[in-house]
């Protein structure tokens, strides 16, 4: 059991190196489609074969940079093989981070409800 629990630290090791270096490599891509962009995260398959890597971006169409990111996988794979001392490079699949946006929408619809039920206890108040 202990070997499983080292195998799976050593892919969240893998993984957070590979989201670092990714973050630093950004710069080297020039396609115009891609604005400002942070890696949010990394997720490995357990042979370390393919890497889905969740991005957002503060400037710029999210499809338009993810259609440009992907289209880079390849010159970030062979820049990543570089920096990287691992038997595998995973092949790159870059996927939009909607968590912030959906965050934001829920704080929305939380004080949203929130202003709803004060003025229902204003107007239960008024009507006492």
Do not use: C, W
Not at 50 to 72: I, M, R, S, W
């Amino acid at each position: 059991m202990a070997k499983r629990k080292t195998s799976t630290n050593r892919n969240v090791q893998i993984a957070d190196q590979i989201q670092r270096d990714l973050s630093e490599l950004m710069r080297e891509v020039k396609d115009p489609r891609i604005g400002l962009v942070t890696i949010q995260s990394v997720e490995l398959t357990p042979d370390y074969a393919h890497a889905k890597v969740y991005f957002t971006t503060l400037t710029g169409d999210p499809k338009a940079t993810e259609q440009g990111l992907n289209h880079a996988a390849g010159h970030l794979h062979n820049l990543l093989f570089k920096r990287l001392h691992i038997h595998t490079v995973p092949t790159l699949h870059f996927h939009y981070d909607q968590t912030i946006e959906k965050a934001v929408e829920m704080s929305r619809l939380i004080d949203e409800a929130n202003a709803t039920r004060a003025k229902d206890a204003d107007d239960d108040q008024e009507g006492a």
